[in-house]
């Protein structure tokens, strides 16, 4: 189920996209977005994402082998309890698109973990990361930030040091996750050897600031066309793996062996939260989760 998000308060009904990435399943699900959603960002259909513009699954149709829209609505219906993505510790990714959010609800709601963006090149931190991070941690959800990368505007270690400056930095308090590199949306003009150059150097930067090993978000058809399906980084990093679906498991990049977080939507809906949201999945159980958060 895949939507064009819009930023302009009047478009309210969403049209999804029949996207085709790496192996995905469309369901034709035709159920109307409420009239009191929130606006949401634009999906990219190829064209540059500006400065700022960037989200987990900005790049995602455009990265696709292929995609043809049609006219099925988003479905913002809520998982049930027997849904294949609800049998495993429930997630979300959020960035200031989805304005005001009210953190406790999402506890309420059974939401596990959450990523809430924070940065991207070395200018831009998201206006709501600090009200969400903290919220978040407030309400006891295990969270972590994520920079969107740029690698056409700086190295990948500025980049690094600019995230882990500006809401990227870790802690041992069983809230608080890896950082998270969210690459995506073409590959800025770079090849496949200077792509796997720019993201060791932000690993290798990030690393040696916060001691910990950054989690790569990624899909299929990126990771294998951006850096050749690049072996180098799954005894690093853990795989966050883009692939909007409803199959029991995603397709994973070539060169991972398996996923530890999955996003499988970006038309879910949560309590605490207007109009539509990325949903994501844990591989493990709730102490699994909490060793990550805690690097034990």
Known sequence: MLSIRSRRPALRKLVALGAVGIG?????TVTAVPASASPQPPVSSGAAIPLG???MGA??????????????????????G???????LPGIDVSHYQGSINWSSVKNAGIKFAYIKATESTTYKDPNFNANYLNAYNAKVIRGAYHFARPNLSSGAAQATYFAGHGGAWSRDNLTLPGMLDLEGGCYGKSVSAMQSWILDFYNTYKA???????????????NSCTGGWS???????????HWTSAASPTIPKGFPYWTFWQYTDSG??????????RDRFNGDATRLLALANNT
């Open 82 to 88: 027997t849904s294949i993505q609800a049998t495993s």
């Open 24 to 28: 995905l399943v469309a369901v034709p």
């Open 232 to 242: 180098g980084m799954s005894a690093r990093s853990p795989l966050f793996a883009a």
């Open 59 to 80: 790049g995602y149709l455009a990265d696709g082998d292929t995609f043809a829209p049609d006219e099925r609505r988003v479905d913002l219906t809520p998982e049930t």
């Open 269 to 278: 809906s949560v309590g605490g939260i207007s109009g539509a949201v990325d």
């Open 209 to 223: 600031k916060t001691g910990r090993d950054v989690v790569i978000y990624t899909s299929a058809s990126w990771w």
């Open 53 to 55: 513009d960037g989200y």
